[in-house]
């Protein structure tokens, strides 16, 4: 029995797997898949054995796209892959064109905020599945913690500028907040939500998150977990290939 995405599963199906994961018939095996760091219970992880899938390097990665998109999308294929991490299942489900819809609105959206309404802004989220939109908030936010911690931006490398006028605005205890109420979303990807409720409510608190001001130096101290870690462990869990 193959359980994908592991980290999905909400605390009553945690507690039925536990239960059988504890009482197993000799004749089952389940495989639980999960992305690096996705935040699977600890009392279904002391249960596995852990085998781990290296990610592929670049040019593997680059390669196995190439080779599954059409000839006029491939000229896009080293962005996508910058915009999943480095992970070639995500990078080429970013490439249907729904998700190619979000992320050229979660640009104009970051571009907007906060001198726009988040409010407003979030209309046009409504029609587009959580399950698409939320891996690509999780990147640009991944970004801005790099850029308050003092890095660079990895993945919108071609706003580097405003990450860097939005990072003035937060600070790094803030973005790991951000981070840990993102991760805790992942679970309710595919419930039947409100489409235009559950946008309206990750703007308004993206638009607070960049909304504080008098950062100081006690305010930046680093937090439990980096921004980079922490939110690249609520991308859609997929093995790597």
């Known amino acids: 029995m193959i ?29 639980l898949v999960a992305a690096r760091g996705a935040p ?14 290296a990610t592929p390097t670049r040019a593997q ?18 962005r996508w892959l910058d915009l999943a991490d480095g992970a070639p299942l995500t990078a080429l489900a970013f490439t249907e064109p729904g998700a190619a819809t979000a992320h050229r609105l979660l640009l104009e959206t970051v571009r907007a905020i906060p001198e ?18 939320l891996p690509q ?17 990895l993945r919108h490398t071609t706003l580097a500028d405003r990450l860097r006028w939005l990072a003035g605005r937060t600070d790094l205890g803030a973005v790991c907040a ?18 235009r409720l559950f946008a309206e409510d990750a703007w308004s608190r993206y638009e607070a998150l960049i909304a504080l001001r008098g950062r100081d ?8 977990r980096t921004p980079e870690s922490a939110l690249r462990s609520t991308r859609r869990p997929t093995p790597a290939h």
């Open 3 to 31: 359980v994908e995405p592991a980290s999905a599963l909400n605390v009553t199906a945690a507690n039925a797997l536990l239960k059988t994961l504890e009482e197993p018939d000799g004749a089952t095996l389940f495989l």
């Open 40 to 53: 699977v219970p600890a009392t279904i992880r002391s249960r596995c054995v852990a085998f781990p899938v």
């Open 61 to 78: 990665a680059l390669n196995w796209m190439l080779a599954r998109l059409p000839a006029e999308e491939r000229a896009g294929a080293p």
């Open 116 to 133: 726009s309404s988040a409010l407003k802004l979030a209309e046009g989220f409504g029609p587009i599945p959580a399950a698409i939109r």
């Open 137 to 153: 908030l999780q990147g640009w936010e991944a970004d801005l913690g790099r850029v308050c911690a003092g890095g660079q931006a």
């Open 178 to 195: 951000r981070a840990a109420w993102l991760d805790r979303q992942v679970p309710v990807l595919e419930h039947p939500l409100n489409a």
């Open 217 to 224: 130096e006690r305010a930046c101290m680093p937090c439990t």
